[in-house]
């Protein structure tokens, strides 16, 4: 089943699953609505579920990578923003998940796989 924004609009909770998927759906929330949507996650996850999130991963650093491009913008349009994988796993953290891998893909997305905690 594809989760799309409605079922993590700020203060409605997520169906409970086992792998729920989200593609783009936090780098175009500011961070307290992106921690929202994560938490909601959390409360219905099963205990030994595995949520992934498709999104794109930034590289460390100052690079001149698109993603620092799309960043800015989403940073400036929505208050959101793109985030490295060392942010992801900071991020999550803060959401009750520990990353569990990265895995990355042909398309200029990845996938950020996590488990609760």
Do not use: C
Not at 10 to 27: M, S, W
Not at 30 to 58: C, F, H, Q, W, Y
């Amino acid at each position: 089943m594809r989760l799309r924004h409605p079922r993590y609009t700020i203060g409605r909770a997520a169906i409970p699953q086992r792998t729920p998927a989200a593609r783009g759906v936090l780098f175009d929330w500011a961070e307290s609505e992106a921690l929202t949507i994560l938490r909601n996650i959390r409360e219905a996850i099963k205990p030994d579920g595995r949520p992934l999130l498709i999104e794109l991963v930034l590289p460390e650093g100052n690079s001149g990578h698109l993603g620092n491009y799309m960043n800015l913008e989403m940073l400036l349009d929505f208050g959101g923003r793109e985030r490295t994988e060392r942010e992801y796993r900071e991020f999550l953290s803060r959401a009750g998940f520990e990353l569990t891998r990265v895995v990355q893909t042909a398309a200029p997305v990845s996938v950020v796989e996590s488990k609760p905690v």
